[in-house]
T-cell receptor, first 115, second 115 residues
Framework: AQSVAQPEDQVNVAEGNPLTVKCTYSVSGNPYLFWYVQYPNRGLQFLLKYITGDNLVKGSYGFEAEFNKSQTSFHLKKPSALVSDSALYFCAVSRPSGGYNKLIFGAGTRLAVHP | EAGVTQFPSHSVIEKGQTVTLRCDPISGHDNLYWYRRVMGKEIKFLLHFVKESKQDESGMPNNRFLAERTGGTYSTLKVQPAELEDSGVYFC?????????????FGEGSRLTVL
């Protein structure tokens, strides 16, 4: 079955420290990979995507993610966390057999950045 | 430019009643998606419209759910009759290109509580 796993329900980080939010996937073929963020009382916002090319992709608000095909992972990272980064983060994939037309999401990871 | 808007933001109904959720996509976006997040779990795909046509409705849970997009503009998602397990947050999203290639623009969601 096609799936996305976000193993951590919550990640706690001190402001200024690096952060990592983990994502692994189980999808056949060559998936496209995405990260979305949901701030309180807001809709999901696109952060970044991997389609092809360089394994390290950069996105909004200083976030980046590294695609690792052998480990089927797409972890989200930021070198220095801000309190304003506190939000719910969702990893998602789309797959070739689905015509790339729909996203499969993980359950989300809540990031809490403490001052 | 207005974003994706959803109405109502929160609906509380009793089991067996009917609820209709509405989504207004970004103007000019032919692709419209409905997703659902139940009990803090994964955001699950429900269906995909291209203009007024249902491109993929493989995620619709059962025939109590009916989605329409008359005229290719706004969309409605009706649940009739509602059951307890239908409680969750229903997200609508739109895009110019099919969802796998470009990012989706999400609404804030409609929270449905079935008592």
């Amino acid at each position: 079955a096609q799936s996305v796993a976000q193993p951590e329900d919550q990640v706690n980080v001190a402001e200024g420290n690096p952060l990592t939010v983990k994502c692994t996937y189980s999808v056949s073929g060559n998936p496209y990979l995405f990260w979305y963020v949901q701030y309180p009382n807001r809709g999901l916002q696109f952060l970044l995507k991997y389609i092809t090319g360089d394994n390290l992709v950069k996105g909004s608000y200083g976030f980046e993610a590294e695609f690792n095909k052998s480990q089927t992972s797409f972890h989200l990272k930021k070198p220095s966390a801000l309190v304003s980064d506190s939000a719910l983060y969702f990893c998602a994939v789309s797959r070739p057999s689905g015509g790339y037309n729909k996203l499969i999401f993980g359950a989300g990871t809540r990031l809490a950045v403490h001052p | 430019e207005a974003g994706v808007t959803q109405f109502p933001s929160h609906s509380v109904i009793e089991k067996g009643q009917t609820v209709t959720l509405r989504c207004d996509p970004i103007s000019g976006h032919d692709n419209l998606y409905w997703y659902r997040r139940v009990m803090g779990k994964e955001i699950k795909f429900l269906l995909h419209f291209v203009k007024e046509s249902k491109q993929d409705e493989s995620g619709m849970p059962n025939n109590r759910f009916l989605a329409e997009r008359t005229g290719g503009t706004y969309s409605t998602l009706k649940v009739q009759p509602a059951e307890l397990e239908d409680s969750g947050v229903y997200f609508c999203a739109s895009s110019q290109r099919a969802g796998g290639f470009g990012e989706l623009f999400f609404g804030e969601g409609s929270r449905l509580t079935v008592l």
